[in-house]
């Protein structure tokens, strides 16, 4: 049952009240801002309500007021009005903003979209319904519980618009926490400043979102194929590689994802009795915006290899049925390769490094295609900014983090991290596991796509050469597509005619 009032009470307006909305009504109202809350769906808003009640300090002050219709909320929110929608991306945002319209909201009212929508959508809105309401993108990572507690912001908009939502947004958000509220040597702490900052105009905090995601993609894969690595070489357990994990954790791997994932492979299944892990079927969903991601790559011609690969493969995730026919015909080494490695200790230890130096070019790639962004869609980005909301909150959370933020500190116009001091060391001394842990699961069949997308990465990027000439000398005898030469200015292009007989021969 709602408690519906038309007295505007409420400080803010929170539309879809799902498992991410209710959570940060939730915690917007902890932080003493009234809700007014609405759902299509009625049981959505009365379970808000009595979460509410009983969450609520003093159970004579509501903090939450239900709404029966749109009408109701933007009566019952205080002007300037600041309404955050949560509703599935595409087309349900723009019927809402509509309704909205119809219901009295006003040209000076905030939307806020804080869904997963594509940033070329968010740059239309904002054009499109500018007479009407501010249109509002702003980026939510950290799931259920950074909803509830405090999650990463990113909002992009118009700059005078985030002065009315920052002290929101600023309260709301996870806070950067480091181990024991102390850093480790050599590092800023940060502690306590909010996971939020103003990131852009239009579309640019919708996108920083998309490519955090995109990075997510890639870190998940990079742990899974750690994992794949320990227990295929090493015949560990499960349990065993948990064990392992929660060991990275206290060190330079610190991450939310490698503490989830420690966490995950010591889960036993209360069914079986089994490893959980081993009773979930190997088959990977996704929502799209790690697509959306790898689809930008391509478009803007940024080789964001690591993200890509690892949509890949949770696409061959997704051929479950054809994986298992083809294992039974399609024959992997005759005999198992001399292990190149160290056993044990000296193995895992490679594995770590490998993964380490791979978590690198996977955060090094989307911050390359974020550079690219700024200037396709002519955004001015703070990129140690963005790594340092990323240090609490957000899925990506990481101690690793403050090394980028510290990378950009030291050059703002720095071209890619690899060329960083500190990560220009960390690869020289990890490098020869890397290379010998991607030629171990080459040579033992193991699957590795984004350790080995992210090595031919580095490889490509340190190499002053690449075989890319003959490409283009192909394209010119094909298509005339022309050429640049390497002893005349950039910028200017040549053709020769291939067939011509009479062409200049190399002697034999």
């Known amino acids: 049952m709602t408690n519906s009032t038309n007295n505007n009470t409420a400080n803010v307006g929170l539309i879809g009240l799902g498992v991410m909305g209710r959570n940060l009504a939730l915690n917007l109202a902890d932080h003493g801002f009234i809700v007014a809350g609405f759902d299509l769906g009625k049981d959505a808003v009365a379970r808000l309500l009595d979460e509410d009640e009983q969450e609520r300090p003093d159970k004579d002050q509501p903090r939450v007021v239900g709404c029966n219709s749109l009408q109701e909320l933007v009566s019952a929110v205080k002007q300037p009005r600041v309404i955050i929608v949560l509703v599935p991306a595409g087309g349900p945002v723009d019927k809402v903003c509509e309704q909205l319209i ?27 319904y500018r007479d009407k309401l501010t249109f509002f ?15 990463s912001l990113m909002p992009g908009g118009d700059e005078k618009a985030w002065e009315t939502l920052k002290p929101i947004w600023e309260a709301i958000a996870a806070r950067v926490v480091t181990r024991s509220g102390k850093p480790r040597e050599g590092e800023a702490s940060g502690e306590g400043e909010p996971c939020t900052a103003y990131i852009g105009a239009n579309g640019a905090g919708h996108y920083v979102k998309m490519v955090h995601n995109g990075i997510e993609y890639a870190d998940m894969q990079l742990i899974a194929e750690a994992y794949s690595l320990l227990r295929t070489s090493l015949d560990l357990s499960p349990k065993q590689i948990g064990e392992i994990f929660a060991e990275w954790n206290e060190g330079e791997l610190e991450s939310y994802l490698i503490e989830i994932s420690a966490d995950i492979l010591q889960q036993v299944d209360p069914v079986t009795n089994k490893p959980l892990v081993d009773v979930i079927l190997d088959k990977a969903g996704m929502k799209g915006t790690g ?8 478009t ?16 061959m995730s997704g051929f479950k049925d054809e994986r298992i026919k083809a294992s039974k015909v399609l024959e992997g080494p005759e005999e198992p390769s001399p292990n190149p490695l160290p056993e044990g200790e000296g193995f895992k230890n490679a594995v770590r490094d490998a993964l380490y130096c791979s978590k690198i070019c996977a955060y090094a790639q989307g911050f390359q ?24 909150g957000c899925i990506i959370r990481a101690a690793f983090l403050q090394k980028i933020t510290d990378a950009f500190s030291n050059d703002v116009n720095l071209a890619n991290l690899l060329v960083d001091p500190f990560f220009i060391e960390q690869i020289a001394k990890r490098q ?26 580095y490889d490509g990027y340190r190499s002053e050469t690449l075989p890319a000439n003959l490409i283009q000398a192909q394209r010119d005898y094909f298509g005339a597509h022309t050429y640049e030469r390497v002893d005349q200015p950039r910028g200017k292009f040549f053709h020769i005619k291939w067939t011509d007989p009479d062409r200049p021969q190399i002697d034999a």
Not at 300 to 315: D, Y
Not at 372 to 380: I, L, P
């Open 102 to 128: 119809e219901a009295g909201i006003e040209q000076i009212d905030l939307v806020v979209d804080g869904g997963n929508s594509l940033w070329t959508d968010t740059i239309r809105r904002e054009k499109q």
């Open 137 to 151: 993108g702003s980026g939510i990572s950290g799931g259920e519980v950074g909803a509830r507690y405090g999650p």
């Open 291 to 298: 697509t959306w991601t790898a689809m930008n790559a391509l």
């Open 300 to 315: 803007l011609g940024v080789p964001s290899t690591a993200i890509t690969e690892a949509v890949f493969a949770r696409g």
């Open 369 to 392: 295609l974020m550079a690219a962004a700024q200037v396709e869609y002519d955004w001015k980005l703070n990129f140690g900014e963005i790594a340092r909301i990323w240090r609490g």
């Open 432 to 457: 020869a596991a890397w290379r010998e842990v991607v030629s171990h699961a080459a040579l033992t069949g193991i699957p590795t796509p984004a350790f080995s997308s992210a090595l031919s990465y």
